[in-house]
């Protein structure tokens, strides 16, 4: 199972970024994918999620309504709009062949590297 994160980089608030989490080596439908964002000092928390069949997401309340997940073919892609300063971090995205909360880090057997979002004038 590996996953490669990608589409971070530098934005000005209330710009947009598209992250994309791409899986090679194992059926891509038959695991949840879940992005999580851990900044500088913090914990890591989770961002959004998206069940192996794509019909039910999770999003965090500080993301929810900016953000939005979705799946297409081998890819999960995190669609960040209104980014603010808060959402600097480095974002992973990890996959799921189990069930669990798709809020829950502990609910993912696999991780992807991270990538940077940072969100400054």
């Known amino acids: 199972v590996q996953l490669q994160a990608s589409g971070g980089g530098l934005v000005q608030p209330g710009g947009s970024l598209r992250l994309s989490c791409r899986a090679s080596g194992f059926r891509f439908d038959d695991y949840a994918i879940g992005w999580f964002r851990q900044a500088p000092g913090k914990e890591r928390e989770g961002v959004s999620g998206i069940s192996s069949k794509g019909y039910s997401t999770y999003y965090a309340d500080s993301v929810r309504g900016r953000f939005t997940i979705s799946k297409e073919k081998d890819t999960v892609f995190l669609q960040m709009n209104s980014l603010k300063p808060e959402d600097t971090a480095i974002y992973y995205c990890?996959?799921?062949?189990?069930?669990?909360?798709?809020?829950?880090?502990?609910?993912?057997?696999?991780w992807g590297q991270g990538t940077q979002v940072t969100v400054s004038s």
């Open positions: 990890a996959a799921s062949a189990g069930a669990g909360s798709l809020a829950d880090p502990k609910t993912y057997d696999s």
